[in-house]
């Protein structure tokens, strides 16, 4: 039987925390969702002043995230890229960037997904999250 890791309550907070101060340090009003390796939500976070739909995008791209195993910017960028049939893909909503895969011993093991600024800053503020556990 193989074992791997898996997120606990407490390495949920680290990335909350780390994500909600990259935000705040930016003056970024965004929502960002921690979810585990199936997608399921374990942790959602809207900062004061985000637009409503956030809190619909920012799950969905940590869901891609973890689903996919990789970040959502991918599935994007496949989609620009022509392949528009991709945006059949099931279980994927959030193919936008801002969902970023937590990888612990070469697993992933959850993702963080981000909406409210620019994606570039979306993938920023996830990274910084996952960065306050890893310390990466």
């Known amino acids: 039987m193989k074992t791997k890791p898996y997120l ?5 907070k680290k990335i ?3 994500a909600e101060a990259e ?19 374990l942790w959602f976070q809207r900062l004061d002043g ?7 995008l920012a799950p969905a791209k940590a869901r891609t995230a973890a689903l996919g195993r990789r970040e959502s910017r991918i599935y994007e960028e496949i989609i620009n890229n022509g392949r528009v049939s991709f945006l059949s893909a099931p279980e994927l909503e ?3 960037e ?19 600024v ?12 996952i960065a306050a556990l890893t310390g990466e």
């Open 50 to 56: 985000v637009p409503p739909v956030s809190s619909h």
């Open 16 to 18: 909350a925390t780390g």
């Open 8 to 12: 606990t309550l407490e390495d949920v």
């Open 118 to 129: 620019k994606s570039t800053e979306d993938a920023q503020i996830a990274k910084a999250g």
């Open 98 to 116: 801002g969902g970023v895969p937590v990888v612990v011993d070469g697993h992933v093991i959850g993702a963080v997904g981000v909406s409210g």
């Open 94 to 96: 959030g193919m936008l």
């Open 23 to 41: 935000a705040l340090r930016n003056n970024w009003a965004v929502a960002f969702a921690i979810v585990d390796d199936g997608g399921h939500l």
